[in-house]
């Protein structure tokens, strides 16, 4: 495990394993912080309802289907930058090993 202390704020690091079929989401705080007037879209776990409705799509259908929701959740374009990344752990296919794929990106605004 790894811990790093910057200005006076700790990070921990963690792992954990992915099985078949699961994916990874990483976005950045301009998906999780965009807003439509007072609301953020993560406010009452909206993101992690936008990510349970693409249970069974690729990574990159994941990454489409949240860039959209993000874009479609205010009237105005994203102000900040949005950048996801999917990671997904492809099941094998014969019994061969096969790597996760990354898919999806977007980079928005100025950064």
Avoid: W
Avoid at 10 to 38: I, K, N
Avoid at 47 to 56: Q, V
């Amino acid at each position: 495990m790894y811990k790093r202390q910057v200005e006076d704020i700790a990070y921990e690091s963690q792992s954990f394993d992915l099985a078949p079929g699961d994916s990874l989401l990483c976005v950045t705080d301009g998906v999780t912080e965009r807003r439509s007037g007072r609301r953020m879209f993560d406010d009452g776990d909206g993101l992690a309802r936008a990510l349970a409705a693409c249970a069974g799509l690729s990574a990159d259908g994941i990454a489409e289907r949240i860039r959209r929701a993000v874009h479609a959740f205010a009237e105005q374009p994203p102000d900040d930058d949005l950048a996801l990344l999917v990671l997904q752990v492809v099941p094998p296919e014969h019994g061969a090993q096969a790597p996760a794929t990354g898919g999806g990106g977007e980079s928005t605004g100025d950064g």
